[in-house]
């Protein structure tokens, strides 16, 4: 074998073009699968967030009460996070990919059985149960499929993604209106059912990321050492500036040990638990509105609106959830403290409901509620990922959408009866009830980061 061709051989052997991570890594299928989440989370929020348009007319078709009718969304809500530990086994087992899948299909099945519906104890099976469970698959999936193809541009990739939520909410909030008032909300529900089967089409978009060249060894048997083969000066110094050439901090990232997954340390279980306590909170606080404004929005005389208030809630949730992620990795933001200022900030615009007295003050509260959820929807995802790192997402968001379904079981059918038992059917004491459940719910997440600067 000749100099030159010894000369390659070492410098291909060591050569650090290996050590690169994906190139589908914040890069290239990346954002396909960015996108393809932001429509998913558009379908997926059509179905989550509109519920409230049938509300009033289940009450009138099964003669219901309120607290009963509520339990419909308020198990299609919570069973939607209730799932997210049968989720992240799914992905687990079989990959996001197929998870998404899946849940596609289920929903559709779930959706198209509550449009035959003959009963509400049906429509907790069907709807409340079968189409949560398919949408909770679909969601869990996305959020881990973002997390595993981000790193640097993962809170950027992340509100892109989330901010489909916004977009459905503006798209379907009409539409789910005109199909109601065209075919009935049976076929209001089937429709929306085929609408979901869409899910499915864009989880196959879903493909794992390229591997990284892998290293190229050479058998040093096949090549015994003697003195014609001794490096020189100048190919040392050709084989330094290969390894200078190569992406320093993919090295790093190879040569580090693995990260120990969660710890028993004492203040991540504190940081954990208050975590979970806030997302509870949370969710009993907000799954209030978006279950009673249409029934309260009736109840004022301001019906016509009510409409016009759900687009404009989508294009503030949309907006906030374009631009957070963007200003996050910008100005490197401290994500647990802005979760909490969120929730404070959500707190105050949920007790102003009570004071509405006309349409155009329905609809700025209304938009003003929609920008902070869409915050906290966001950080809901972030701040785990911040706090425990991005290989710890799968467990603790998982758990953490676990105690977030059981606020969201609950808080729809305890202001449905605060309702009822109210004189004169008010509103305002399950209002105020939800805008302390989220004070309590700022107050916890404080409480995360104040174990978290302890650690």
């Known amino acids: 074998m000749d100099e030159n061709t010894m000369k390659k051989e070492r410098s291909r052997m060591i050569s650090p073009t290996s050590c690169r991570q994906s190139p589908d890594i914040d890069a290239g299928w990346a954002w396909i699968i960015a996108v393809a989440s932001l429509f998913a989370s558009a379908i997926s929020s059509g179905v989550y967030f509109t519920f409230s348009m049938y509300f009033p007319i289940l009450l009138h078709e099964f003669q219901a009460s309120r607290a009963a009718t509520a339990w419909v969304g308020s198990l299609n809500n919570g069973i939607y996070m209730l799932a997210g530990p049968i989720a992240t086994f799914f992905i687990r087992r079989i990959g996001c990919r197929w998870t ?60 892109l993604s989330q901010s489909g939520v916004g977009l459905g909410i503006f798209i379907f909030g009409p539409l789910f209106s005109y199909l109601i008032t065209v075919y009935g909300w049976r076929g209001a529900l089937l429709i929306t059912g085929a609408c979901t089967l869409q899910l499915t089409c864009l989880g196959a978009l879903i493909f794992p990321s390229r591997r990284p060249k892998q290293i190229e060894i050479t058998q040093f048997e096949s090549h015994p050492l003697t003195k014609e083969a001794k490096c020189t000066d100048e190919e040392i110094k050709e084989i330094l500036r290969n390894l200078n050439s190569g992406d320093s901090e993919s090295i790093v990232e190879v040569v580090q040990p693995s990260v120990t997954p969660i710890s028993s340390s004492k203040w991540m279980n504190h940081c954990t638990a208050v975590l979970h306590l806030s997302c509870f909170l949370w969710s009993v ?19 016509e609106y009510y409409i016009i208030m759900l687009s404009t809630m989508g294009i503030g949730d949309l907006i906030c959830r374009l631009v957070i992620g963007p200003l996050i990795t910008i100005w490197k933001c401290d994500v647990t403290k802005l979760y909490a200022i969120s929730q404070l900030a959500c707190a105050i615009s949920i007790a102003s409901f009570p004071l509405v007295v006309n349409g155009i003050q329905m609809i700025i509260q209304g938009f003003l509620f929609s920008v902070t959820f869409g915050c906290q929807c966001l950080f809901l995802a972030l701040v785990p ?35 009822d038992i109210t004189p004169d059917r008010s509103y305002w004491l399950a209002f105020v009830f939800a805008a302390v459940m989220e004070l309590l719910a700022a107050m916890a997440t404080i409480g995360a980061l104040f174990f978290a600067n302890r650690k």
């Open 100 to 159: 998404v899948m899946i849940g596609g299909l289920t929903s559709m099945i779930g959706l198209a059985l509550s449009s035959l519906a003959p009963s509400l104890t049906m429509l907790f099976f069907t709807y409340g149960g079968i189409t949560a469970f398919g949408l909770c698959l679909n969601y869990t999936s996305w959020i881990v499929a973002i997390s595993d193809s981000f790193n640097k541009k993962h809170a950027i990739a992340f509100s």
């Open 285 to 303: 606080a907000t799954s209030i509105p978006y279950i009673l404004l249409a029934d309260y929005a009736r109840s004022l005389d301001l019906m």
């Open 385 to 419: 990922r911040a706090l425990f790192g991005s290989e710890n997402l799968n467990r603790i968001f998982g758990v953490t959408m676990f105690f977030g379904g059981i606020g969201i079981l609950i808080g729809p059918p305890i202001a449905g009866l605060v309702v």
